[in-house]
């Protein structure tokens, strides 16, 4: 299993610009969840979805769009990309709610 | 006020020593409680998991304190390979999980 993959590794955006960010889970999960993570604040959670066509929004959602149409694939669309939002984005996916939570390796976003 | 409090550190050790990370969450009502380690540029795993009674992995001993909300790990017998940032988590009622921003660990020869 490759577990949680997400694409891509670095990306740099111009202020403005639209982007997806890809994760996919090969483990089966119905849970997936995107966090964003910068200096000094810890990971907080954008979005998440407890199975296929569901989704619903986390502590910071302003910015974000997701969607689940299949289990394995959870993208993270940035719409018009904002400095505010270089950070590094990590996915994670979980069998259950209950479950440990297991992360993909993370992409390195950053906004001018 | 974050949900999940934590001393940043830096805590640098010596190999072999014992050190002890604590965190406070600020929740009652939190259910599920964790011990995640971050290494340099890479992404959070699951150290283990805390339960009321405490529970122990080999060298690292995590304890509950509920009534003061209040969660710790130690380690025992540091290697220099238990350099990382530690992240103490909790979880409500729901799915998310709720990150205190992390202590960093060097252990050092």
């Known amino acids: 299993n490759a577990g949680v993959t997400q694409t891509p590794k670095f990306q740099v955006l111009k202020t403005g610009q639209s982007m997806t960010l890809q994760c996919a889970q090969d483990?089966?999960?119905?849970?997936m969840s995107w966090y964003r993570q910068d200096p000094g604040m810890g990971l907080r959670l954008i979005h998440y979805?407890?199975?296929?066509?569901?989704?619903d929004q986390g502590e910071v959602p302003n910015g974000y769009n997701v969607s689940r149409s299949t289990t394995e694939d959870f993208p993270l669309r940035l719409l018009s990309a904002a400095p505010s939002q270089t950070s590094v984005y990590f996915c994670?996916?979980?069998?259950?709610?209950?479950?440990?939570?297991?992360f993909g390796p993370g992409t390195r976003l950053t906004v001018l | 006020r974050k949900e999940v409090e934590q001393d940043p550190g830096p805590f640098n050790v010596p190999e072999g020593a014992t050190v002890a990370f604590n965190c406070t969450y600020s929740?009652?009502?939190?259910?599920?409680f964790f011990w995640y380690r971050q290494d340099c540029r890479k992404e959070p795993k699951l150290l283990m998991s805390?339960?009321?009674s405490g529970n122990e992995d080999g060298r690292f001993t995590a304890q509950l304190n509920r009534a003061s909300q209040y969660i710790s790990l130690l380690i025992r017998d540091s290697k220099l390979s238990d350099s990382a940032t530690y992240l103490c988590?909790?979880?409500?009622?729901?799915?998310?999980?709720?990150f205190g921003k992390g202590t960093s660990l060097l252990v050092t020869p």
């Open positions: 979805s407890v199975g296929a066509g569901i989704t």
């Open positions: 994670a996916s979980s069998y259950s709610g209950d479950d440990e939570q297991f």
């Open positions: 988590v909790t979880r409500n009622s729901g799915y998310a999980l709720n």
């Open positions: 929740n009652s009502a939190s259910q599920s």
């Open positions: 483990m089966n999960h119905e849970y």
């Open positions: 805390v339960y009321s």
